[in-house]
């Protein structure tokens, strides 16, 4: 079953906006990471927040994490076309498998 | 490219046939992770490996699912007499455990169709 649930389903913009997905989970963890799928491709890995971090950056990447409300966001900011991709979250509730969502479908449009 | 590969990318197979797919992690990293992904859902674990040994299985992983890491390296998994239902993108990830184990890198994954 997934842990986590991304807001929203399903996000479009246009270039130069700023886009947010919100994560929420259930149990506890070490960690929330944020993922990358293009159309019918592997995963890639964008970024790692420790569950003692509040935030962290990276080049247009922000990361939030409230480990009170079991939620992380994560802000794109002036987006681009290439941005166009499906965003999960995942959890290591275990240590070692990762627990996914069902994604947030982000269309940048040009 | 030292990342992780998978092959073979695309597979069709009718149902009742046996598959088998194959993942090279990036070298150095001693675990190894399968996950299936069906569209429009995130992946979801099937098992992992640290080293030669399969320390987890998902209940996802039926008995016709077979996975193997015989020397630590690569890594095969076999579905045996497949079903409709087993048509999936299959994900291959690997890390290394100690430093950085956290982060799991991810093959471009095999997609089976079953007929």
């Known amino acids: 079953s997934q842990q986590g649930e991304e807001d929203p389903q399903a996000l479009s913009i246009q270039e130069g906006e700023n886009a947010t997905m919100n994560c929420s989970y259930k149990t506890s963890i070490n960690n929330l990471q944020w993922y990358r799928q293009n159309s019918g491709r592997g995963l890639v890995h964008l970024i790692l927040?420790?569950?003692?971090?509040r935030e962290k950056h990276s080049g247009r990447l922000r990361v939030t994490l409230d480990t009170s409300k079991k939620s992380s966001s994560l802000l794109i900011t002036a987006s681009r076309a290439a941005d166009t991709a499906s965003y999960f979250c995942?959890?290591?509730?275990?240590?070692?498998?990762?627990?996914f969502g069902e994604g947030t479908q982000l269309t940048v449009n040009p | 490219d030292t990342g992780v590969s998978q092959n073979p990318r695309h597979k069709i197979t009718k149902r009742g046939q046996n598959v088998t797919f194959r993942c090279d992690p990036i070298?150095?990293?001693?675990?190894l992770y399968w996950y299936r992904q069906t569209l429009g859902q995130g992946p979801e674990f099937l098992t992992y490996?640290?080293?030669?040994?399969?320390?987890?299985k998902s209940r996802l992983l039926s008995d016709r699912f077979s996975a193997e890491r015989p020397k630590g390296s690569f890594s095969t998994l076999e579905i045996q007499r497949t079903e409709q239902g087993d048509s999936a993108m299959y994900l291959c990830a690997s890390s290394l455990e100690g430093r950085g184990a956290d982060t799991q890198y991810f093959g471009p994954g095999t997609r089976l169709t079953v007929l």
């Open positions: 995942a959890t290591d509730p275990s240590g070692s498998r990762l627990t």
């Open positions: 490996f640290q080293n030669e040994a399969q320390l987890e």
């Open positions: 927040i420790r569950s003692n971090e």
């Open positions: 070298s150095e990293h001693n675990r």
